[in-house]
């Protein structure tokens, strides 16, 4: 190995394990974060792609220090991580540097044995690697043990950190951290590994929000991928078969024989696509090679792929849901598949880097998406192809390197309640005063003021979720008594109530309650058909046996928000005659004949058209102010639904008749008032707990853009005036 100034920072034993491993030279990420690591003046966001370097760019200097500064008793280092699967991958990726450095290091979760946590904890020492709801549990059920375990902290690493940024669970691991700096008397050094950031300023700030640190930006990301990609339409074909069966004949011929990763944006399609794919292999007499990946198979279905990917020694094909999104270890795969036009362009590049892995190959990337043949389809929305200008949008914002911003409106009332419980769980009590500094002015809740800090108290001592002592201190109160002895009250998020589904004496996955099987049904799960043959509503279990036929259960589940930036650039998509190089002959006369159908009707005018009874609105706006123009309507007397980017009206008047309507109704009602309108709907885990005043103003926050609806109404109003004058000339309406 060359040397370098950076690899004469780091201890004998990192230095010795660099050796074995046969590095030519550190990474240029690497060489550029060991010194700053171990001077630890600035927190640090480091980003690259997978397989980059990243892991070891904070690592390789933060086990340097242990070996040589290292606390002898308590913990060192705390690695904060998204999934349990990440922790062991960690964990055995880091294992043998830690021993070459005499340094311990140690995966906490539910699935780590009681003897291996107990040791872990009596000798407290080196590396703990947790995820942010065994963090929580500490704080709780081992209060007076923790602070001797934490006091000698130096470093926080958070993996997959983009996984965390305007979450539930983003807000849990920062208001963690800020207790335990408030628990240690001093600031720890953050640093955060992440393979997508869109806005690196807004990550920096995200990660400390008090700003009471300097922080810095390491990019990894910079460096060219070669890339190849292909997008595919798929239509009905004449004898009825459906698009998806054309897709995987496609996936089948083009995929069979190597080890490849197909995202689709379902639980549901994941079944059908690994049912047509898996009947594919038995009719052609080959053995199967593709299996499903998703969150409510069992934990043993998943690890099964992705062991089998891991090994290399099969060809295997994972079609999943976001669950192998993140940086779980499956080794290398040839290329990604996306099912479905993808709904951002985050998730989509943090798919397309699982492959392309290998020194000097490409990242191949096939997108895949229904459609119809010219002339058939049976409505205004059909005609004009929206799944394909939405998949086209996000692959040409990809390219342009853009990705989505956090939704910086959400309050996450929920996660202040259980993180307020939490705290005053672990102190006995705490004074309003104290709580606030904690939570809202180091923590993660900056823009909530005192004023609604103060309602947001009295709403939770009005349903008794707290109380206040005479002496004005709060303390748990009988129904936050309730919740905190859940064993699920340390999730942030909800996890739904469901049935186990069992085949043969073992659970091979669940289904959400709301999803009803009854007996004889057929079943679509795991790769498998199956038959129920009892349901026990009481001990919620599904028996299942193997059956000849199946169909896909309804998982439950809401789609992705959408951002303005891709309804926007669909907009243009559709006003331009660009034919992207990466499109099929069929994507490319679908392309052609929607923009034509599309000027037909004048929406490169106006973005309201009739089709039959119906009048349809395409909202070239996010799905925040989609969602508003459908409370409006419903408020304004109005019968409206929302499908894709459209809200449809049915039609009682002529379009410019409801569209002043709309804006009638918003400009004469305030937007306090509407929100009165609302209905109290919880979102988050805890949000049952609040009044019905602060659950509207959780739900609306979260869900709508008053102001920005009526700036968007504005501008119609203005459009259509333009084109009674004659004067229209064709401008954006965002």
């Given at each position: 190995?060359?040397q370098s100034?950076s690899?004469d920072l780091?201890?004998?034993?990192?230095?010795?394990?660099i050796y074995?491993q046969g590095?030519?030279?550190?990474?240029?990420?690497q060489?550029?974060?060991?010194?700053?690591?171990l001077d630890?003046?600035e927190?640090?966001l480091i980003?690259?792609p997978t397989?980059?370097g990243?892991t070891?760019a904070?690592f390789?200097?933060i086990?340097?220090?242990?070996?040589?500064n290292?606390?002898?008793?308590?913990?060192?280092v705390?690695?904060?991580?998204p999934?349990k699967?990440?922790?062991n991958?960690q964990?055995?990726?880091?294992e043998l540097?830690c021993e070459?450095?005499?340094?311990t290091?140690?995966?906490?979760?539910?699935?780590?044995?009681?003897?291996v946590?107990k040791?872990?904890w009596n000798?407290?020492?080196?590396?703990?690697?947790?995820?942010p709801?065994s963090l929580e549990?500490?704080f709780?059920?081992?209060?007076?043990?923790?602070?001797?375990?934490m006091?000698?902290?130096?470093?926080?690493v958070?993996?997959?950190y983009h996984?965390?940024i305007g979450r539930e669970r983003?807000q849990?691991l920062?208001s963690?951290l800020?207790?335990?700096?408030?628990?240690i008397e001093r600031?720890l050094?953050?640093i955060?590994l992440s393979a997508?950031?869109?806005?690196?300023?807004?990550?920096l700030k995200?990660?400390?929000?008090?700003g009471?640190?300097?922080?810095?930006?390491?990019d990894a990301?910079g460096?060219k991928?070669?890339l190849?990609?292909v997008l595919k339409?798929?239509?009905?074909?004449?004898?009825?078969?459906p698009a998806?069966?054309?897709?995987t004949?496609?996936?089948?011929q083009?995929?069979?024989g190597?080890?490849h990763?197909?995202?689709?944006?379902?639980?549901?399609k994941?079944e059908?696509?690994?049912?047509?794919?898996t009947?594919m292999?038995?009719?052609e007499g080959?053995?199967?090679e593709f299996?499903p990946?998703?969150?409510?198979?069992?934990?043993?279905?998943?690890h099964?792929?992705?062991?089998?990917l891991?090994a290399?020694k099969?060809?295997?094909?994972?079609i999943a849901t976001?669950t192998?999104?993140l940086?779980i270890?499956i080794g290398?795969?040839v290329?990604?598949?996306?099912i479905?036009?993808?709904?951002?362009?985050?998730s989509l590049r943090q798919?397309?880097?699982r492959?392309?892995?290998?020194?000097g190959s490409s990242s191949?990337?096939r997108v895949l998406v229904?459609g119809y043949?010219?002339?058939?389809?049976?409505?205004?929305t059909?005609?004009?192809?929206l799944?394909l200008f939405q998949?086209?949008?996000v692959?040409e914002l990809?390219?342009s390197?853009?990705?989505?911003p956090?939704?910086?409106?959400?309050?996450?009332?929920s996660?202040?309640i259980?993180?307020?419980?939490?705290?005053i769980s672990f102190?006995g009590?705490?004074?309003?005063q104290d709580?606030?500094?904690i939570?809202c002015?180091?923590g993660?809740?900056?823009?909530?003021s005192?004023e609604?800090f103060?309602r947001?108290?009295?709403?939770l001592?009005?349903?008794?979720?707290?109380?206040?002592?005479?002496?004005?201190?709060?303390?748990v109160?009988?129904?936050?008594?309730?919740?905190?002895s859940?064993?699920?009250f340390?999730?942030?998020?909800?996890?739904?109530?469901?049935?186990?589904l069992?085949a043969n004496g073992k659970?091979i996955g669940?289904?959400p309650v709301d999803?009803?099987?009854v007996e004889n049904?057929l079943?679509?799960?795991?790769g498998?058909?199956w038959?129920?043959?009892?349901?026990?509503?009481?001990?919620?279990?599904?028996?299942?046996?193997?059956a000849?036929?199946?169909?896909?259960p309804c998982?439950g589940?809401?789609?992705?928000?959408i951002h303005?930036?891709?309804?926007e650039?669909?907009r243009?998509?559709?006003?331009?005659?660009?034919?992207?190089?990466?499109?099929?002959?069929?994507?490319?006369?679908l392309l052609?004949y929607a923009?034509?159908?599309?000027r037909?009707?004048g929406l490169?005018n106006?973005p309201?058209?009739?089709?039959s009874?119906e009048i349809v609105?395409?909202?070239?706006?996010?799905?925040r102010?989609q969602?508003?123009l459908?409370?409006?309507?419903?408020l304004?007397?109005?019968?409206?639904?929302k499908w894709?980017?459209?809200v449809r009206?049915k039609?009682?008047?002529?379009i410019?008749?409801?569209i002043m309507g709309?804006?009638d109704?918003?400009?004469?009602h305030s937007?306090?008032e509407?929100?009165s309108k609302?209905n109290?709907?919880p979102?988050?885990k805890?949000?049952?707990?609040?009044?019905?005043?602060?659950?509207?103003?959780?739900?609306?926050?979260?869900?709508?853009?008053?102001a920005g609806?009526?700036l968007?109404?504005?501008?119609i109003i203005?459009?259509?005036?333009?084109?009674?004058r004659?004067?229209?000339?064709?401008q954006?309406i965002?």
């Open positions: 190995m060359s100034s690899f780091l201890s004998n034993g990192v230095q010795r394990w074995r590095w030519p030279a550190l990474r240029a990420v060489e550029t974060a060991i010194p700053v690591i630890g003046s927190d640090i980003t690259a397989a980059g990243k070891e904070a390789l200097p086990i340097s220090w242990l070996e040589e290292g606390p002898e008793s308590g913990f060192g705390l690695c904060l991580s999934l699967a990440l922790i991958d964990f055995k990726r880091l540097l070459s450095a005499h340094t290091i140690t995966p906490w979760h539910g699935d780590v044995s009681s003897s946590k040791r872990c000798e407290a020492t080196g590396i703990l690697m947790i995820t709801e549990a500490m709780v059920r081992r209060a007076h043990e923790l602070l001797p375990r006091r000698k902290l130096r470093y926080v958070i993996d997959e996984a965390f983003g849990q920062l963690l800020a207790r335990l700096e408030v628990l600031p050094i953050r955060a997508t950031i869109g806005d690196t300023d807004m990550a995200y990660l400390r929000s008090d009471s640190r300097p922080s810095m930006h390491l990301s460096e991928m070669k190849q990609m339409a798929f239509t009905t074909d004449k004898e009825d078969m998806l069966f054309s897709m004949q496609y996936l089948f083009e995929l069979r190597e080890s990763l197909v995202f689709a944006n379902s639980r549901r994941v059908e696509t690994t049912d047509f794919l009947s292999c038995n009719a080959v053995p199967e299996f990946h998703h969150g409510s198979l069992s934990r043993d279905m998943r099964f792929v992705e062991e089998r891991k290399g099969k060809p295997t094909t994972a976001s192998l999104e940086g270890d290398d795969v290329s990604v598949g996306q479905g036009a993808p709904a951002n362009c985050s798919r397309l880097g492959s392309g892995r290998r020194e191949i990337l229904d043949s010219e002339g058939d389809a049976p409505s205004i059909d005609k004009l192809e799944e998949a086209v949008a692959l990809m390219l390197r853009w990705i989505e956090p939704n910086e409106q959400s309050i996450h009332f996660t202040l259980q993180q307020l419980l939490s705290m102190k009590d705490i004074t309003a709580a606030y500094q939570l002015v180091r993660p809740w900056q823009h909530i005192p609604l103060g947001f108290l009295r709403s001592g009005s349903n008794n979720v707290i109380s206040q002592l005479p002496t004005k201190e709060l303390v109160g009988l129904i936050g008594e309730r919740e905190v859940k064993h699920t340390y999730t942030a998020f909800e996890v739904p109530e469901e049935f186990s069992v659970t669940k289904l999803s009803p099987l049904q079943l679509l799960f795991g498998r058909r038959s129920v043959i009892a349901v026990d509503v009481e001990a919620k279990v599904i028996t299942l046996k193997r000849g036929g199946g169909k896909a998982f589940g809401e789609p992705a928000p303005i930036k891709i309804r650039k669909m243009e998509l559709y006003l331009c005659d660009k034919i992207p190089t990466y499109c099929d002959e069929k994507a490319s006369k052609t923009r034509t159908f599309f037909e009707q490169e106006t309201v058209t009739c089709d009874d609105w395409l909202i070239w706006a996010d799905t102010i969602n508003t459908l409370v409006i309507a419903s304004a007397g109005y019968e409206a639904d894709g980017p459209t009206f039609k009682t008047e002529s410019e008749g409801t709309l804006y109704f918003l400009a004469n937007a306090q509407i929100t609302v109290p709907i979102i988050g805890f949000d049952h707990l609040l009044d019905e005043q602060l659950l509207r103003e959780a739900y609306v926050a979260e869900t709508m853009d008053i609806t009526s968007y109404l504005e501008q203005e459009v259509s005036d333009r084109i009674y004659g004067q229209y000339s064709s954006p965002s």
